[in-house]
Nanobody, 121 residues
Framework: QVQLVESGGGLVQPGGSLRLSCAASGSIFSRYAMAWYRQAPGKQRELVAVITIGSSTNYADSVKGRFTISRDYAKNTVALEMNKLKPEDTAVYYC???????????????WGQGTQVTVSS
């Protein structure tokens, strides 16, 4: 079992940057693959970035080259660095986790409460 708490959301102008953080507790952080999802107004939930137990990363095409996902094993956190933000990045961003033994197609089954990111001038 793992509990996730996101922080770092807020209001930023187009072209600006934000850093989101997800703190994990309740289980062994190193045994979970981590991901960031987002859901924009009127849109379906979208997978933004994934970092595996081996620290391999994958990104949605819409954020590739602008966002960076990383994890800190000592602090039990995962971060999402967001640069060159666009209005279409506006969404609630969710941290998600699943056991490293899960198959690649298995869903993420642990979720944070979400943090709002608004990109607007």
């Amino acid at each position: 079992q793992v509990q996730l708490v996101e922080s770092g959301g807020g209001l930023v102008q187009p072209g600006g940057s934000l850093r989101l953080s997800c703190a994990a507790s309740g289980s062994i952080f190193s045994r979970y693959a981590m991901a960031w999802y987002r859901q924009a107004p009127g849109k379906q939930r979208e997978l933004v970035a994934v970092i595996t137990i081996g620290s391999s990363t994958n990104y949605a095409d819409s954020v590739k080259g602008r966002f960076t996902i990383s994890r800190d094993y000592a602090k039990n956190t995962v971060a999402l660095e967001m640069n060159k933000l666009k209005p279409e990045d506006t969404a609630v961003y969710y941290c998600a986790a699943k056991a490293a033994v899960s198959g690649p197609s298995d869903p993420y089954n642990y979720w944070g409460q979400g943090t709002q990111v608004t990109v607007s001038s």
